[in-house]
C-alpha cells in the first residue's frame, strides 16, 4: 500500500535440481509460519480503512534514425536513479517525497506506489490523481531524451524483429525464447531463476496462445498468435488497489465481494489488444499472463498420466484445473453468522483442488475450514524461487518467508493478504484487487482507483451482499477476456 521499500532478497537462487529436494521442506513450514503469524495477528480490530495504488510503466526508446521503436532495457538504472532521488529530497525536507519505487519483471519496467497510503477522507479521494501526476513527472525527469514511458500494458511489438534493441540475441539459457532475449528480463537473480525454474518444472518452454482478430485480410489458415516467454505476460503493465480492512474478519468479507467484482473491473479497464504485433481478439492480458507462467507439468495440464515426482507437490502428476495465475477459486468469509452471508460456503461451487496434508494441518490448529481451504490450495504448487541459506535455516515462529513464497506466487484476481512479518509500522489485514489494466492518462488512472473505494465503501457501509456461485465468477472471467467485453458481454450479478 505504499508502505515500506523495493526490496528484493540479496542471494544465490537455486536452480531447479538444487530446490527440489528442499521443496516438501517448504511446502511444510510454510503452513506452519502461516498458523503462527495468524495466532500473532488475528486480534487485530478497528484498524483505519487505508488504500493505495501500484501503477507499472514500460519505458520504450525511440530511434531517431531507423524511426523504429525499442524496448529501452534501463528499467532497473531508472528505479535505482529514482529511489535516490526520493532519498535525497526526503533528506532536505523530511515531510517531503511521495513515491516508492519498485522493480518489475521486464528490464523495461517500473513500478510505483504512493509513499504513504491513503485514508478513507473524502479529501484523499482527490490526492489520488495528484499523486499520479507527480509520479509520471519524476519518471519522465529520470529518462533520456529519446526515451518515453507511456502507461501502456503492453509494448505492441514485442517479439517483433529487433524490438528488444539491436544486436540482442533469442535463444538465451534463461528463457530459451526463440521471440525475445534474455535481456528483457529484469537483471536481479530472482527474475531469471524464476523463469528457468517455470521452464524446468514444465519441462518445456511456456506456451502462449492468443486468439487472432480476423478481418477480411487476414489469411484464414492463419492461426492464433504464439508466444513462447514469460516476458509477453509478465511484462504486461496494470492497476492494482490495495486496502486495508479493520480487522480479519472483513478482511475476509471484502476479499469475497471483490472476488465477485474483479470480472467486471477487468472489462471495463480492459486495454491489451496487441499481442507480439497482432490483433488478438481479447482485449486483456490476463490469459497471456496466466500461460506465461504456467508451470504446471503435463500430467497436472490433463495431457499425459505422467510419474510421480516424490519431491513435488502432490507428486506433479494430480490435476490443477488452472496456471497459478487464475481468478479467485474460493470465497473465504465465516465472519457473517447469519442472513445471506451465512451462505458464502454454498456458492463454492467449484471443485477446490487442496494438499491434504496441510488443510489437516492448519484444522488441527483451530483454523476454520473455509480459510485452512484456500491456505490448502495455494500449498498444491511448488515453491518457485528459493535462496541458499533461507530455508532450514529460518525460524518458524518469527518468519513468514515460506509461507510467501507461495502465497506471492499465487496470482490470483484478488489477493488476500496477512499483515507483512517485517513491516517496519503497523500495517493490519489486506486485500488486493489485481484486475485492472493500467489506463493512458492518470485521470483515468485515478478514476479507477477512487471508484474502486466508493463501491468498496458502499458495500461495507450498507453490509451489502453480491456473492454469485464461484462458477459464475469464474464464467465472468472467461466473458471479460472477449473483444468489447464491456459493451457487448452479459456477466452474472445478484439480482
Known sequence: MGRGGAILTVGRPLDWNEAKPKLAYVREHGVSQFIAHYARHKEIKRDALFYGDEIEYGLFRLDAASKKPYLSLRGAEVRELLANREVEERRAIPESGKVTWHPEYGSWMVESTPARPYSGYTDDLRRVETNMRSRRARLLAALHEDEIAPTVVAFPLLGVGDSAGPGLENKGPVAA??????????????????????????????????????????????????????????????????FQCRDVEESRHVYDQLAVLAPVMMALTAACPIVSGKLQDHDVRWGLVAQSVDDRTPAERGETSGEVDPDMARGGVSPLRTSRYSAASSYICSHKQCGHHCAAAHYNDVDLEIDELAHKQLVDAGIDDLLARHIAHLFVRDPLVLFEGLVEELDDAVATDH????????????????????????VGWRVELRTMEVQLTDFENAAFTVFCVLVLRVLLSFDLNIYVPMSKVHENMARAHRRDAVTQQKFWWRS
Open 177 to 242: 525464447s526463440s521471440l525475445v532475449p534474455d535481456a528483457v528480463i529484469n537483471p536481479h537473480p530472482r527474475f531469471g531463476t524464476l523463469t528457468r525454474n517455470i521452464r524446468s518444472r514444465r519441462g518445456a518452454t511456456v506456451d502462449i496462445r492468443a486468439p487472432r482478430f480476423l478481418d477480411a485480410n487476414t489469411p484464414p489458415d492463419a492461426g492464433d498468435i504464439a508466444a513462447d516467454a514469460m516476458a509477453f505476460g509478465m511484462g504486461c503493465c496494470c492497476l492494482q488497489v490495495t
Open 403 to 426: 509461507f510467501e513464497n507461495l502465497q506471492s506466487t499465487n496470482w490470483n484476481s484478488v489477493r488476500w493478504k496477512p499483515p507483512p512479518a517485517d513491516a517496519s509500522e503497523h
